[in-house]
Structures are given as C-alpha cells and as structure tokens.
C-alpha cells in the first residue's frame, strides 16, 4: 500500500474528503471575493507550491489549498513569475463545507 499526497492533511468537508473541485471552487470564489484573506507573492526560480505551503503552514501537504486560491490547477503548472495567493489562515481554509 502506497502513502498519498493527502495521507496526512487533516480532514476537511466532515470528514468527507480532502481537496476537490467543489472545496477548490470555494477557496478560490472566497479569495476573489474577498472573505478568504491572503498574502499574494510572485514565484521564483525554483520556488514550488508544496515548499511554500510549508513555510507559511509548517506542512507541503497543503500546496493544494495555495493552488485552489490561485486558480492553479495543479502545482508545476506554476512557472517563474505566476501571482500566488496564500491564504492566511489555514484554519478557516480546513472548516470550509
């Protein structure tokens, strides 16, 4: 038996899932909206999505919720110089329903 990307992030949706479209579709309306806080930063060379999910959650397994905030459909389609939104509270990204 293989471990997965989602193995270890705590549950969200009741516990019914981890990322999806229909969570993704909401991070990305609250961020746009604008009742999801975040901080925007332009990636680097060689900056990726899971690195950074680490550094502002202390965990890469949330790069997903980076990506869902920025409209990115799945992390290396992020090249140098693409507009992230980290949203900044983690909590309020895992009691979304």
């Not at 270890?8 to 019914?16: H, L, M, S, T, V």
């Amino acid at each position: 038996m293989s471990i997965g990307r989602y193995t270890f992030a705590a549950p969200i949706n009741k516990g019914e899932g981890k990322a999806n479209p229909r969570i993704s579709n909401k991070i990305y309306l609250g961020v746009m909206q604008g009742t999801i806080p975040f901080k925007a930063q332009k990636l680097k060379r060689g900056q990726r999505l899971d690195n950074i999910s680490a550094e502002f959650y202390g965990s890469s397994i949330y790069w997903w919720v980076i990506a869902a905030a920025s409209g990115i459909g799945w992390g290396l389609q992020s090249p140098p110089g693409t507009i992230i939104r980290v949203p900044s509270n983690l909590g309020q990204i895992l009691a979304i329903r």
